[in-house]
């Protein structure tokens, strides 16, 4: 039986507990999870590539079957040279929901083939992003129960270098 691929793209900046809940749901549903982490995004990120790669990189370090890549360019091109079958989206409100649909039905227009998965995060993290994440340390807030200690310890000295 052909090995099930899935991508879970996103800008990652920095990854939070309501990422890595998609995370280790998805890696229950397909054989390989690939995170691949966006390398150009419309928003000037807070951290660059490689720190946005490392800090996934720690957080899936106990899951043998998750991945962690960049990609850059088209979703459904890169999906196509990884073989994935499936694209991972995680919902979380229904704010969330007319962009993503959005997106689902242009990478389908692009690639049939290609099906997007909505996931939805534990409800405890439902009005998570890491938006809120950068908001909050920029501010001195505690930001414990939303991103796993080496992130927490990357955006302190991020704001101490500032
Ligand atoms: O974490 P984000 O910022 O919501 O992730 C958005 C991302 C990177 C998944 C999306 O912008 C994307 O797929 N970009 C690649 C370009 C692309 O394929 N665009 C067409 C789909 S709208």
């Not at 960049?70 to 991972?88: H, M, N, T």
């Not at 009005?127 to 920029?138: A, G, H, R």
């Not at 505690?142 to 200690?149: A, H, K």
């Amino acid at each position: 039986m052909a090995v099930k691929i899935a991508i879970y793209p996103g800008s990652f900046d920095p990854i939070t507990y309501g990422h890595i809940d998609i995370i280790k749901r998805a890696s229950q549903l397909f054989d390989q999870v690939i995170v691949a982490v966006a390398r150009n995004i419309s928003k000037t990120p807070m951290f660059d590539e490689s720190e946005r790669m490392e800090m996934v990189r720690e957080a899936v370090t106990e899951m043998p079957t998750v991945a962690v890549d960049s990609f850059q360019g088209l979703l459904v091109d890169y999906a196509r040279e990884k073989k994935a079958q499936a694209v991972i989206r995680g919902l979380r409100a229904v704010t969330d929901f007319e962009f993503e649909l959005q997106m689902a039905l242009v990478n389908r227009k692009l690639d049939e083939h290609l099906i997007t998965v909505f996931l939805m995060p534990h409800e405890k993290y439902s009005y998570l992003n890491s938006s809120i994440v950068k908001e909050l340390i920029k501010f001195n807030g505690d930001v414990s129960s939303f991103v796993p200690p080496h992130v927490q310890e990357k955006l302190l000295m991020k704001m101490r270098r500032k």
